[in-house]
């Protein structure tokens, strides 16, 4: 792995970070574009111990600007992930891998490109959620997985869960889609693009091929400041802001005054030190492309045959991935005849509550998994 | 309404369920119902339930449950998909008792009906004496009811007849106990076995 200028390696370094890499040519992975990519390099972590049957092992799946760093000290879900937490490791295995387009150790555009010995920057193919998933069932053979007891992940992870049930059904005993949708509509790619948008206005974007020299740092920076506004809600950002002034304000009639705007740039800020703009990028198009529909007119046969048990989470205040395109998920399942749970938590964190409002979470995700794992169906087969 | 009297109306809906059916129960609650009929029938059960915390409590039990509003209708389900469809102390509160009849008959083969009888004695007394009756199987006062419908055993009985509704079996209950004399007047609670 080579160092890579934003990211924060010392942070993933203290961790337990393993990496497993394949498709080395000639046998590269094929894309759903039909493009070639290899070798791939994924970047994960595990909690807890794989017992003898193999029969305990869940797949937490990340968002957007996540990484492989799920638990413990600072891991993106650490209050969901841990010794008797929602995924319990005294229990089970928990496997977390960084994406393919991603930047935190996995193969993606900042990483060298076998042909030229360069980054790939925009000549990196696009990859897509079915692209992703793909590469994480490699790693699950190669850790000897035959079935996981769940994949759980929340917005684009929450696809990547959905990617799962329909791609390797028989691969999972349960699945988890939280605070997601079965593709983006207008409004959500709308956001997305003019995260691109800014990026790539940045005129240190240079068409992407920026390594090695100065970072587009401003338009992710904007990037990820709109992000951030899509993730909270209004009354989240109300109580969290309100209209309080700083008291550091800088004597410049345009500085940041507005507590939510000194909270906005900072995030801007930190994130360009862990994130690559390219990656942001690559992985935002994956989020728009995604569909499960794809091809596939009638609701009823996306999940047909999904022998798993579903947990379907949404949150009240979610603007961004709103309680209704779980319940389409939710509803899709019914006519597939899946055994399905859906319950819509009363949050005012905004989308990202999957994140903040571990409690109800945590007893609908454990008692849900012991439900799995105890073989104790209560619901219809 | 007293867990006693909870009993003996789940005794007699366990009663009519034969083993292994496939149940939908609409406004499960706690899901009480549903976990008796899993352990005595092994029945395949599915709950609705519209509150958050009762969802938490059926997922704690093990139930597969959706968070939904039964008012929105049952439009995902194909007709007859499940071989019971359990309307029980739900009837008289959802907005339209007649679309949601009419959606669990559908999706059901059969359909359990349970509700409690607004004409029962006491609450009769009590209307006399000019107040409107809180009783066992009515235990809310005016102001915190989440019943939207007052209905009788016989005026069920009347809308069966004129929606040309097949009732298989029917059971009355008071304090507990199944009760076979003037039910309209006596009983706590009526439950219906319906088919189409």
Redesign the interface.
């Known amino acids: 792995m080579e160092a890579k200028k934003f990211t924060n390696i010392n942070k993933l370094e203290k961790s337990e970070l393993q990496t497993f890499t394949f498709a080395y040519p000639p046998a590269e992975l094929i894309l759903e574009s039909g493009e070639k990519l290899g070798p791939v390099t994924l970047v994960y972590e595990t909690y807890g111990e794989l017992n003898a049957q193999k029969s305990n092992a869940i797949l937490v799946l990340h968002a957007l600007s996540g990484d492989a760093h799920a638990a413990e000290t600072n891991g993106w879900w650490e209050s969901l992930i841990g010794p008797g937490k929602g995924l319990d490791t005294n229990k089970c295995f928990v496997i977390c891998s960084n994406v393919i387009g991603g930047c935190r150790g996995s193969t993606g555009p900042s990483s060298t490109n076998p042909k030229t010995g360069k980054p790939y920057g925009t000549d990196f193919p696009l990859v897509t959620i079915g692209d992703i998933v793909q590469a994480q069932i490699h790693l699950i053979d190669h850790l000897g997985i035959e079935k996981l007891l769940a994949v759980i992940g929340g917005s684009m992870g929450g696809m990547q869960v959905l990617q799962w049930m329909v791609a390797y059904p028989e691969r999972i005993r349960s699945a988890i889609p939280i605070a997601t949708t079965m593709k983006h509509t207008p409004q959500q790619i709308a956001f997305n693009e003019v995260g691109r948008q800014a990026i790539m206005a940045d005129p240190d974007w240079k068409n992407g091929h920026y390594y090695g020299s100065v970072v587009p740092a401003k338009g992710l920076a904007v990037a990820r400041m709109i992000g951030h506004i899509t993730y909270m809600s209004d009354s989240s950002m109300a109580e969290k802001f309100g209209r309080r002034v700083r008291e550091d304000k800088k004597p410049f009639k345009f500085g940041a005054e507005f507590e939510v705007e000194g909270y906005l740039q900072y995030q801007g800020d930190s994130f360009v030190k862990r994130f690559d703009a390219n990656s942001y990028l690559y992985i935002t198009k994956a989020i728009d492309y995604f569909n499960i529909l794809n091809g596939n007119k009638n609701l009823g046969n996306i999940f047909k045959g999904l022998k798993a048990k579903v947990l379907v989470i949404s949150f009240k205040s979610d603007w961004l991935y709103p309680s209704y395109q779980s319940q389409d998920i939710v509803k899709a399942c019914k006519l597939a005849g899946v055994d399905t749970t859906y319950c819509e938590i009363n949050s005012t964190y905004g989308h990202d509550s999957f994140l903040l409002e571990t409690e109800q979470e945590t007893q609908l995700i454990k008692h849900f998994l012991n439900t799995v794992s105890n073989g104790h169906n209560g619901g219809k087969q | 309404m007293t867990q006693a009297t909870l009993k003996a109306e789940h005794k007699i809906i366990i009663g009519w369920i034969p083993k292994e059916a496939?149940v939908l129960d609409l406004g499960c609650g706690d899901g009480e119902l549903?976990?008796l009929l899993?352990s005595e029938k092994q029945v395949?059960?599915?709950g609705v339930e519209l509150n958050?915390t009762s969802?938490?409590r059926?997922?704690?039990?093990?139930?597969?449950?959706?968070?939904?509003d039964i008012d929105t209708g049952l439009s995902?389900?194909?007709d007859n998909?499940f071989d019971y469809v359990i309307l029980n102390q739900t009837l008289q509160q959802v907005k339209r008792p007649d679309f949601a009849l009419k959606e669990a008959l559908r999706v059901g083969k059969k359909v359990i009906i349970g509700f409690p009888n607004f004409v029962q004695a006491s609450a009769r007394l009590q209307i006399l004496r000019g107040r409107v009756p809180v009783t066992k199987a009515l235990p809310y006062e005016w102001y915190d009811t989440p019943n939207l419908h007052f209905l009788s055993i016989a005026d069920f009985k009347a809308y069966c007849k004129k929606r040309n509704l097949h009732i298989e079996d029917s059971a009355f209950i008071r304090k507990n106990n199944k009760i076979r004399l003037l039910p309209n007047l006596f009983a706590e609670i009526g439950l219906f076995l319906l088919s189409k």
Request: with cysteine; charged share 10%.
């Open positions: 496939s549903l976990s899993i395949h059960a599915q958050e969802i938490h059926c997922v704690a039990q093990g139930l597969s449950v959706f968070q939904q995902e389900y194909a998909s």
